[in-house]
């Protein structure tokens, strides 16, 4: 779907910032999340979970549980098939062991029981007889060909020898001669760096609300980003039909990505279908740290050469990632990622999947690219100040354009890095005095963005308003953003338009609220429903006037005679179609289906200043500013929430967050106490300045901005502190432990 | 589970002496709540101490303040006699959890809780603060200092009950502070912390000094060298060093998910050192 | 376990209900009052999720029992509002998109509430410091520290 460029557009309400129609229900408290639903002789669903990270499940005995008065079901994964399909396999054995526990917090059994109390009850009573296993959480220890293993023959051909199985599968990008580009350089410098996992820390956790009943239909209320998917797993796995199966995804408490596949849900079904009433489930905090999807956490080499004037030579990246307990595609986004920023004439990067005895990762925002970009940064920066060269101006002399053969293959089409680094550059921020034991740290950030499987439907209603029902959950206003760009392309005012998500029995198929697809996407697919629409309207005002379909347009929301020789006829308002549609053919609707494509690459440059506190090592954010790209956005402040969000997720991210595990091989801070995500106090405001380079492949030039914001702040703090402390760290998070040793070995 | 609300102080000693099973005392909750939702422990007995006559005030007695064991943070913050006299003690008490956990969390609480990264209980000690106790065979005093045993335990024997704590009367030119480490700079548990309290004579010289350190042993720890270091002098950088090392030789902490040993042991002397400095300037301002 | 009866007082209107000794205020309000607007995070006290005032005092729900709430007056983010007409602070969060999801929305307006009642013009620093347990993963903060500021000086100059 190209940019409408004849569309020297002057937008009437794209571009404003009007209140979000949610906004009320949220609040005034009454907005319905996952566990805000209730029904009738609704039973209360608790999982056991393994204490170990890694066992064999010898046996399981429910039968004092199923005994306690109460307890209404009791299931394990007897009580689940085995599906042929492998990915559905993993789903599955990920909600419900079958033979092995492969991580502290893995679900082997759960009750269905008249109390939440009865339920926990019953737990205790389930009798688990377990052989403990030898386990690994550490990438690099699990790439050991004598580390123990997750599990067996899931290791794909093109991982080379003298690995473990637990590398699952290998990945490599990249163009030019490497050699001959090292050979260029002034400066070749090679670090290695780790990240920790991290979680999406979603204030909601998980909750649903699953009925099944004996002639095998069912339904689901859920918090999900993707209700559809949902059911496309939760019927494969209970082995039902698609159309028997009614998900409808509640109001969301966040996801980040983190709530894109299911975790309870084909637990709570089976409960449900077993004791023959519905079963509701509500993860707890702990749960929701334990056994839903934090990120990978990393290792990774980096090598790049430079020549004295700061132009890159060649660059080299080895990305090892962990992904938990079943095998994950997250190195190839991260190996694609690293250097897009960059126009490069030689470049390599390799990547490979690593298991380890830790939950199944999941995306989180821009999955895969935070780490690899960081890495990268640091080594960009590093040369920089070796050669005593600026930051931006070294970045801007690389940057990739329209027309660079990426890193990861495609060749660029209008991006707006360049214009994004001019921002920075021209930006108070960037000339700001610092002072002692204070650091300015930039870096760039990159997310592809999603197009995908979408679907609208758009219904002219009688009295001159506008419904539209779409597909995706609303994880930052788009139903806002949606509505905006239906009155747009209509010609009316926002607050005629409504927008619902539907549940999956009333639309087709959508995919999941990703990849920041969706305002992209679904609003592209909003703006073709609404033409149709539209054409249809002309249809009817042609009809009453007499005049070919042709000789009507469409302009300022009213049907018009194209010009003098189709008629003189006063124009007719949508309102006015509408109201007499039911004589001139019927109800009048618009929908589209599509699998958009054209997403536009998204690019942002963050900076950040520092303040180390060089006798603890506590590092302060005092100024933080985001410029990003947004190709048109559609309501400013919506883009900018998610710049913020993203960068402060960035932040927690960079200096303090972390899945901390013990030898022993269980995770040790499953609670927002200790995991630490950053509080208002940590914080300064984050400025943030939006550049619009039109997506030449949405025809308001919309592109996602929702991903890419995460991924600048962990090189940006990370200079930063490095640049304030004058040593460099090449760890992350950078918690004040880690600050103090590298000041105290700098002496 | 039962729940009880005696009136008297007497009441709830007889109702914990009495109880076979488990019982926990319930004033701020902000633990036991905590401790009961991740099964770490199942109460038999639950005793709300609220309804006990005086046990939410705070009393003036002999120039010094006497606080009830329900006396929440946020109260404790809204009183300018406590501020004033023992605003060391009052920091201290503030930094236990946020707002909504200030409009419950008791120091009493924080002290019976018996973690050795409690904010309130370094503060009490620099005080010299003294618990009143109300047992099965009745009252008895106890200072602060004596109270905690060891991670999760206090020297408190079945039936006994912390009803209060005593501040005593502050001379000319004293005063106390409090500073602890955490990452973030809220919504955390102290990582190692330091009070300091002490009185400057007419010249500004330091007579009576207590350092006290947190969260880097099983206990808190009174360090007599550190004070020791300070009397006699005008807190100049040698003083400080010299409490900073002793400060440091009296660490024994742990290696643990929030800090290193070696961290800990560093900050400990650099929030001691920096609370001296505080407790030196608002001394100062007073005298 | 035996129910305990208890009466309480909820955004002003008295209400009896029955509840475990072991049961949270929290669980209380929502799954025996209805009000579901009070919303659960973590259970422990580190999220803010579930700030409703007791007697007039900013708490945790989570951290509260339920016979605790026996002759006390709750407020929660229900309250909020006069019928239809929006409290400040919920007008200014819509206007100045304070919310993305919206699950901590209820318990940063009653918290923020709590604050403006007792300093009607709190600094910055202020307002970061008093909302500190309010976690909020979608917004980083900004414009909800903002949209307090901007309701507070409307209800100044009110």
């Known amino acids: ?747 | 589970m039962r729940y009880e609300r005696p009136q008297t102080a007497t009441q709830a000693a007889q109702l914990l002496a009495n109880e076979p099973g488990l019982a926990r005392i319930l004033a701020g909750g902000t633990d036991v709540l905590v401790q009961m939702k991740a099964g770490m422990v199942t109460p038999d007995l639950v005793v709300d101490i609220k309804k006990i006559a005086q046990i939410g005030n705070i009393q003036s007695e002999e120039g010094g303040y006497r606080i009830g064991a329900a006396v929440s943070g946020a109260q404790l913050g809204e009183h300018a006699g406590v501020c004033a006299q023992w605003p060391g003690v009052v920091e201290a008490a503030q930094l236990i959890g946020s707002t909504q956990v200030q409009g419950r969390a008791t120091m009493v609480g924080n002290l019976c809780n018996g973690s050795p990264a409690a904010d309130s209980v370094p503060a009490l000690v620099a005080a010299n603060a003294v618990a009143r106790i109300t047992g099965p065979n009745g009252t008895r005093d106890c200072p602060v200092a004596d109270i905690p045993a060891g991670p999760g335990r206090t020297t408190l024997t079945k039936g006994e009950l912390i009803t209060s704590v005593f501040l005593p009367a502050r001379p000319q030119g004293a005063a106390d502070a409090y500073l602890r480490f955490t990452p973030r700079t809220e919504m955390d548990i102290a990582v190692a912390s330091a009070a300091v309290s002490l009185t400057l004579d007419a010249q500004g010289r330091c007579c009576e000094a207590r350092v006290v350190l947190g969260a880097v042993a099983p206990r808190v720890v009174l360090v007599a060298e550190a004070a020791a270091a300070l009397i006699g002098t005008h807190l100049e950088p040698p003083a400080l060093d010299a409490m900073v090392a002793a400060c440091r030789a009296a660490c024994a902490p742990i290696d643990d998910k929030r800090g290193t040993v070696a961290f800990r042991t560093q900050v400990a002397g650099v929030l001691a050192k920096r609370a001296a400095v505080i407790a030196q300037t608002r001394a100062g301002a007073k005298s | 376990m035996k129910t305990i009866q208890i009466s309480t007082t909820v955004n002003g209107d008295a209400l009896e209900t029955l509840c475990a000794p072991d049961e949270t205020l929290l669980d209380v309000l929502r799954n025996r009052l209805g009000l579901t607007g009070v919303k659960e995070g973590c259970g422990t006290g580190d999220c803010g999720a579930c700030s409703v005032t007791l007697d007039g005092r900013l708490v945790c729900s989570c951290l509260v029992l339920g016979v605790e709430a026996d002759g006390a007056h709750i407020g929660t983010v229900e309250g909020l509002a006069d019928h239809d007409h929006l409290h400040p602070l919920q007008r200014h969060f819509i206007d100045g998109a304070a919310l993305q999801c919206g699950i901590c929305t209820p318990g940063i307006l009653v918290a923020a509430k709590a604050l403006l009642d007792r300093n009607p013009d709190p600094s910055e620093s202020e307002i970061r410091y008093w909302l500190a347990g309010n976690l909020c993963r979608c917004t980083g903060y900004d414009k909800i520290i903002k949209a307090v500021q901007s309701a507070a000086a409307e209800m100044r100059s009110a």
Not at chain 1, 142 to 159: F, H, I
Not at chain 1, 166 to 179: M, P
Not at chain 1, 402 to 429: M, N, V, W
């Open chain 1, 1 to 747: 779907m190209a940019f409408d460029q004849n569309s020297k557009r002057i937008f009437k309400v794209v571009g404003s910032r009007p209140p979000r129609p949610d906004g009320v229900e949220k609040v005034t408290g009454r907005a319905l999340y996952g566990a805000d639903m209730t029904a009738p002789g609704m039973l209360s669903g608790a999982i056991l979970r393994s204490p170990h990270a890694h066992a064999r499940i010898v046996s399981i005995d429910t039968s004092a549980a199923e005994a306690l008065q109460g307890v209404k079901a009791v299931v394990t994964s007897a009580d689940f098939g085995v599906p042929d399909d492998e990915f559905l396999r993993d789903v599955q054995d990920n909600c419900m062991a079958r033979g092995k526990v492969l991580y502290h917090g893995h679900a082997l059994g759960a009750v269905a029981a008249t109390s939440a109390a009865v339920a926990k009850q019953a737990l205790a009573l389930i009798v688990v007889d377990y052989e403990i296993l030898p386990h690994v959480t550490d990438v690099d220890a699990a790439m050991r060909p004598d580390a123990p293993v997750v599990q067996e023959g899931r290791s794909l051909e093109n991982v080379g020898p003298g690995l473990s199985q637990n590398v699952t599968s290998y990945c490599e990008f990249g163009h030019g001669d490497l050699d001959a580009g090292f050979d260029q350089a002034d400066l070749i410098i090679s670090r290695s760096f780790k990240t920790a996992a991290t979680h999406q820390g979603y204030i909601e956790p998980h909750a649903c609300l699953a009925s099944l009943s004996a002639d095998g239909r069912g339904d689901l209320w859920c918090c999900t980003q993707g209700q559809f998917f949902v059911r496309t797993l939760c019927a494969g796995i209970l082995g039902i039909e698609a159309s028997q199966l009614r998900v409808t995804a509640s109001e969301i408490g966040g996801g980040f990505g983190g709530k894109t596949t299911v975790f309870i849900e084909p637990v709570a079904l089976t409960l449900a279908r077993k004791s023959g009433r519905p079963v509701k489930i509500v993860m707890s905090r702990e749960e929701v740290f334990k056994a839903t999807g934090p990120t990978v956490s990393s290792s990774m080499d980096i090598k790049i050469g430079m020549t004295r004037e700061g132009r890159i030579t060649a660059a080299q990246a080895q990305l090892r990632y962990q992904g938990g307990a079943f095998p994950c595609g997250t190195v190839e986004m991260g190996a694609q990622a690293a250097f897009a920023a960059y126009d490069l004439a030689a470049v390599q990067t390799q990547g490979w999947n690593v298991l380890t005895n830790r939950p199944k990762e999941a995306a989180y925002r821009a999955p895969g690219a935070p780490m690899a970009i960081y890495a990268v940064e640091s080594v960009v920066d590093e040369l920089c100040q070796q050669l005593a060269l600026d930051p931006l101006a070294v970045r801007l002399m690389n940057a990739a354009q329209k027309g660079t053969l990426s890193s990861y293959g495609p060749t660029f089409d209008d991006i707006g890095l360049r214009a994004t680094l001019e921002a920075a550059q021209a930006h108070p921020h960037y000339s700001a005095p610092l002072r002692p034991n204070q650091g300015r740290g930039l870096s760039c950030g990159f997310w592809f963005n999603f197009g995908g499987n979408t679907c609208v439907s758009l219904n002219i209603n009688t009295d001159g308003t506008v419904g539209i029902t779409e597909g995706n959950p609303d994880i930052g206003g788009s139903r806002a953003s949606i509505s905006l760009m239906a009155a747009e392309e209509l010609g009316i005012p926002y607050d005629k338009v409504r927008t619902i998500v539907a549940d999956t029995s009333s639309l087709g198929y959508n995919d999941v609220t990703d990849g920041s697809r969706v305002t992209f996407s679904v609003g592209l697919a909003t703006i073709e429903a609404a033409r149709s629409a539209i054409k249809v309207m002309c249809g009817r005002a042609a009809r009453i006037w007499g005049i070919e379909e042709d000789a009507v347009i469409w302009e300022d929301g009213c049907a018009k005679p194209a010009g003098p020789n189709a008629g003189a006829f006063p124009p007719m308002s949508l309102a006015e179609i509408a109201a007499v549609s039911a004589n001139t053919g019927g109800p009048i609707a618009g929908h589209f289906e599509v699998n958009a494509d054209g997403a536009g690459v998204s690019f942002g440059v963050h900076l950040a200043d520092v303040e180390v506190d060089p006798e603890t090592g506590a590092t302060k954010v005092l100024r933080y500013t985001v410029f990003q790209d947004a190709g048109k956005a559609v309501h400013p402040d919506y883009v900018e929430g998610q710049m913020q969000g993203g960068a402060v997720q960035g932040i927690g991210w960079a200096l303090n967050e972390e899945y901390i595990y013990g030898a022993d091989g269980r995770l040790q801070n499953a609670g927002f106490l200790d995991y630490r995500t950053p509080v208002a106090s940590d914080l300064p405001n984050i400025d943030t300045v939006i550049l619009e380079i039109p997506n030449p492949g949405h025809p308001y030039g919309v592109r996602g901005v929702g991903e890419t914001p995460i991924v600048p702040p962990l090189a940006a703090l990370s200079n930063a502190v490095s640049r304030a402390i004058g040593v460099r760290l090449n760890e992350l998070p950078m918690s004040p432990p880690k600050v103090l040793g590298a000041i105290m070995q700098r002496g």
